[in-house]
């Protein structure tokens, strides 16, 4: 069982944290190149070009990311406790 609120705190947590760290990536200047990076990698070419910081985006972004990081695993808690009952 699946405490469902502790569940949904925790992983919307681990969302804006990892949007935070993006941020501060992007705020530093290394977003381009990390996402150059990244693709390249995958061989492929980055089509996408990384816009200037702005710190009300980076904070809306990490408002939605912990948002919609506690419902997805607030409904996924649901689903699983419906299917795997004590």
Known sequence: MIHRQKFALTFGTF???LHLVWSIIVALGWGQSLMDFVYQMHFMQNPYMV????LPRAIGLIAIAFVMGYII???FALIWNKFHKA
């Open 15 to 17: 969302a804006a944290v």
């Open 51 to 54: 816009a200037t910081f702005s």
């Open 73 to 75: 695993s607030s409904v």
